[in-house]
Nanobody, 128 residues
């Protein structure tokens, strides 16, 4: 069982930055594939970024809409997954969720059906 708790959401103006955190409570976190997803009102949940189980430098994958602006990283000592978001746009407004699958993977996955565990989400609102 993996318990995931997101934090760090909030309201910012366009061009601003936020860093989301996902605290994982599990002995097998260090071997978990993890990802960030978001869901805006009336829209389907979409993958934002994914990272492999140990944080290999070449493992992160990003949605085209966030490439160059968002960075996913993992601290396996503190059991924390981060999403650093820069140059935020109004279209980034959504509920953000972290997800985990306690298995090794060599690159990040952004298919929501790949993941077994989900957090409750943290709201990000970007105003123009």
């Amino acid at each position: 069982q993996v318990l995931l708790v997101e934090s760090g959401g909030g309201s910012v103006q366009s061009g601003g930055s936020l860093t989301l955190s996902c605290a994982a409570s599990a002995n097998n976190y260090a071997t978990a594939c993890m990802g960030w997803f978001r869901q805006a009102p009336g829209k389907e949940r979409e993958g934002v970024a994914g990272i492999d189980s140990i944080g290999r430098a070449d493992s992160p994958r990003y949605a085209d809409s966030v490439k160059g602006r968002f960075t996913i990283s993992k601290d396996n000592v503190k059991n924390v997954l981060l999403l650093t978001m820069n140059s935020l746009k109004p279209e980034d407004t959504a509920m953000y969720y972290c997800a985990a699958r306690p298995t090794d993977c060599t690159y990040g996955r952004m298919n929501m059906y790949f993941y077994d565990y989900w957090g409750q989400g943290t709201q990000v609102t970007v105003s123009s």
